[in-house]
């Protein structure tokens, strides 16, 4: 549309029409559309906004509870590691200790159960295996062998398994009957 159609067009839209009735002009039409128009658009941005913020706010949040549980996590291990320094204080004074190797083994054994009541207190725990049935969520059976026991019961324990509270972090290596 050129500029002079335009200008006719619009000069023609704000002329009365021939019935001269003045309200039903399409630019009076128009004003209740346009004023529509704009709050919509309005309340679109509002709740555009919104929306940008409640993202801001629920990345912000991740990105705290990330920071939170790495702060758990590292204070943990800290707590784990202060109670194993009187074990590793105890070994080292057995590596420089002289004496009868009865003394030294009492010494080690010592150590093995200090050192076991701390990871004890932590939730560790053996996993019992010899005489007990075979079970695939806690032993690993590497071999058959022909016993008098039972079938599919763990004859020989060749490596301790252990569980942390619930979970089994290492499964016990073990022999199973035929």
């Not at 001269?20 to 709050?39: F, I, R, V």
């Not at 658009?41 to 705290?64: C, G, H, I």
């Not at 590292?74 to 074990?87: F, H, S």
């Not at 010494?107 to 695939?136: H, R, T, W």
Request: glycine fraction near 4%.
């Amino acid at each position: 549309m050129s500029e002079e159609e335009r200008k006719e067009w619009e000069e023609e839209a704000e002329q009365p029409r021939e019935n001269g009735d003045a309200d039903d002009t399409p630019q009076e039409e128009a004003k209740p559309q346009t004023e529509d128009l704009k709050k919509l658009q309005e309340e679109n941005a509002q709740l555009f906004s919104r929306l940008q913020r409640l993202q801001a706010d629920f990345d912000n949040y991740r990105k705290r509870v990330k920071a939170e549980k790495q702060e758990l996590t590292r204070q943990a291990v800290c707590d784990l590691v202060r109670e194993l320094l009187p074990v590793i204080d105890n070994l080292e004074r057995a590596k420089e200790a002289k004496g009868s190797e009865e003394a030294l083994a009492a010494g080690v054994d010592l150590v093995y159960k200090q050192f076991m009541s701390i990871l004890e207190k932590q939730g560790l725990s053996g996993i019992e295996a010899c005489g007990n049935e075979f079970d695939p969520n806690c032993h690993h059976a590497v071999m058959q062998v022909e016993c008098d026991l039972p079938e599919n019961e763990v004859a020989e324990e060749l490596q301790k398994g252990y569980r942390l509270h619930d979970k089994v972090l290492r499964p016990s290596m073990v022999k199973v009957a035929k």
